[in-house]
């Protein structure tokens, strides 16, 4: 547990940069395990409040409960919802078929983009974590972004104990991670210590699978897996060696490479 | 071997340095493949990708994971990596080693709380090696040992691996930094890794995992004086919450706590949380906290929490150990924002003592820059006093960042605090506020009651340049206003509170200024806003502004400057007026900076201030 508090202290001490320091300020939710208790954490940081919008990029092909776990949760914890949508691509037909890194970039990637600039945040809060995959691993707490998004991570900003990147040139935006060193156990470990509300789609209904990570529908997949509590998760992860993402299609290959550095989250 | 799955109780931070090409990120891969940490498929992935680009496949690329990276067999940026080990959680950075990526290995070792420094036995100490070894001292990184990799290339011989050990050893002793071990490996053929090595009898020390096994976790801050610096003030709800996170010692409900510098204090009330029952009482080193106070003083963010007993330093000068890491070199007197803690404020280089060359640690003297992963020892100078600590005695407090334009440029450590002119009067007026003596009206209510807070309006300037015109002309205007403004002139004390001082004293500017500064220190208590200029100390008005600052502190100095043509302005100076004036919009000037420095209530920007409300 003391761990726990740890990662907790030190994404409360980003959060609380974060708000301080961005006038415009947004935290992106996706309503999966990671973006929630980052959502938690915010609650944390600033004492059961949350002072800042919530961004959700919907492509249209979420998982429908995912829909209805995000309005509840608005609702009952009055949070500033913001919905946006590349509704350009969808009339034009997007969908994975066309190729997932284009269809994610098309729907995710620049739907994000378009509703940052829409918008005009000046920093945006994510919940990725650097055990997900190896270019996540290379991440700064504040991470900036160029005039059309893009990450160039040739040439990260110096990150030095808790001095973190918060001025930037107009135009510009940062990236803020405060779930960096936080592991998918972690998560789940934190979930359970603070009984953090999630979707059950993490868990096993009977027929013997459950998903591990969420994503769109098509593109995503269930595991096998028996686990029916968050401690059965907790048990599951401590054997597994089956990479978390194994079941997101976006990973083949070079894909979140090429994607991340077009400002992918 | 097979990971052990206990439940962890901590998290250890370790960083992998030393130069290029030494072998870092094998090390790291083979750690992993030899605890069996990695996923499933992940070695078969980089394998099959290795096969694919026709190369043979080497453990680094299994973190390398920019293309790049791999195309060039180097590591760019740090990557952080997981692994659990015997009931502790690892997270290993592993650095950088090439010189062009310094400010990514140092990024990485910032974050560290132990490292491994990696030589290679068969190239030896090189340039690289020495430069880690230098700044993992400087960073804070005290816990750390020597792996010497590549043993399989030197035939696994003891003499090649104590000549390393001895070498290094002299260098590291220059400046007292002691590793934990020595130890011989082949990160590539797993030697000493995870398994012991049965090429190297000779060696009976521990293994690269029995090393990280036996670091410790950082040593207990919690039982230094305490340190609190503000990060925030809160007022979502009826709670006003000052928050930080605690970088040495503890606080629990009750603690009497002095602010620095603003010398401000109160007694704790309460420890707030969300979701945590019963509601804590205390907090300790390391943890982001939440605290409401007995009385509804002003602090900022960026001022020092302690305990009375324990202050920290206060001055506008200190000495430091910096490394540089900016695209254009650090230069004398040129301005910089420094940030220690969560204080941020704008200073300059007032001096570069010297360069010290990390190869051999011979020190360059009278240079006026010091260029892009360069250390130099040097002297900073801020606009306004901060508080800090010595690096030695408070790792938080005691280090600090300059800012070019938008980037973190640099960091260093505090070595010497570095007396500057206001000492004197800052101490009195230390010692002062300590021992004032309260009624049972707070400074919050007369507040309240004014609709305004306590201020000095200061206009400086030469002769007839209408200074005390317009002091009339803003005390009326306050007035009329509906605020408790007061006309201070130094005419009244000269003839009264200063009638005991020969005409030789009272042509000395300190002991005038002493004596104005606690004049109108007394009238701000009241909460008054104090309308007032320098006449009475003619052309030294810089210096008797200086000390009329110290000696208010904490209620906000407006100054006013006012010149015939453009001259240099005194430091800290908020509204220039320059040229014939026109008094009335001067007057809507200085009205609008009392609004923006919050003397004067209102909503300011976007985000509703919460600092202090009236």
Known sequence: ?????????????????????????????????????LLWLAR?????????????????????????????????????????????ALAAGMNHTMGRVVCCTALKTNGLKQLLEHKGYTGVILGVRADEEGTRAKERYFSPRDKHGDWDFRDQPPELWDQYKITFPPGTHIRIHPLLDWTEINIWEYIKLENIPFIDLYLDKGDGTRYRSLGCAPCTTPIKSTAKTVDDIIKELRHTTVAERSGRAQDEGRGMELLRKDGYM | MTTTHT?????????????????????????????GSLPDGKLEKVQAICKQQGKEFEYAFLFDAFLEEQEQGITIDTARTFFMWKGRQYI?????????????????????????????ALEGVKEQSKKHGYLLSLLGVRQFAVVVNKMDLVGYRQDVFDGIEKEYREFLGQFKAVPSQFIPVSAKLGDN???????????????????????????????????????????????????????AGRLKVGDHLVFSPSNKRANIRTVEAFNIEPQPTEGQAGQSIGVTLDEQIFVERGEIASHQDHLPAVSTAFRANLFWLGKRPLEKERKYLLRVATKEVDCEVASIHRIIDTMDLAQQQGSNTVNKNQVAELTLRTKAPVAFDLSASFEATGRFVLVDEY????????????????????????????????????VEDRAQQYGHRAAVVLITGGRHTGKSFLARKLEGRLVADGRHAYLLDGENLRRGLDADLSEEERGQTTEMARRYGEVARLLTDTGLIVVSTTNPFGLAYREASQAIRTLVNPAPVIAVHMSKTEEELPPNTDVVLTGPTDFDAATARILDELKRRGVLAQAIGAKPV????I
Not at chain 1, 2 to 29: P, T
């Open chain 1, 1 to 37: 547990m003391k761990h726990l508090r740890q990662l907790e202290d030190q994404s409360v001490y980003i959060l609380r940069e974060a708000y301080k320091h961005f006038n415009n300020l947004a935290m992106l939710w996706s309503m999966g395990k990671d973006s929630t208790v």
């Open chain 1, 44 to 88: 944390k940081a600033f004492f059961g409040h949350v002072p800042f919008p919530l961004l959700h990029v919907d492509t249209s092909y979420k998982i429908p409960a995912m829909i209805e776990y995000r309005d509840r949760l608005a609702r009952e914890w009055r949070l500033e919802l913001v919905v946006g949508q590349n509704k350009e």
């Open chain 2, 7 to 35: 439940k962890p109780s901590e998290n250890l931070n370790i960083v992998i340095v030393g130069h290029v090409d030494h072998g870092k990120s094998t090390l790291l891969g083979r750690l992993y493949a030899d605890t």
């Open chain 2, 92 to 120: 290993i950075i592993d650095a950088p080693g090439h010189k062009e990526f310094l400010k990514n290995m140092i990024s990485g070792a910032a974050r560290a709380e132990a490292a491994l420094l990696l030589i290679d």
């Open chain 2, 193 to 247: 890794i995870a398994n012991r090595s049965e090429q190297m009898p000779w060696y009976t020390g521990s293994t690269v995992l029995e090393t990280l096994g036996g670091f410790q976790k950082e040593a207990a801050r919690s039982e230094q004086p305490l340190r609190m610096p503000v990060q925030d003030v809160y007022k979502f709800d009826a709670r006003r919450i000052i928050t930080g996170r605690i970088a």
């Open chain 2, 407 to 442: 980037d973190i440029a640099g960091g260093g450590i505090i070595t010497e605090l570095v007396h500057d002119d206001q000492e004197f009067l800052r101490e009195e007026a230390r010692q002062r506020d300590f021992a004032w003596v309260k009624g049972e009206v707070t």
């Open chain 2, 610 to 613: 919460f600092q202090y409300s």
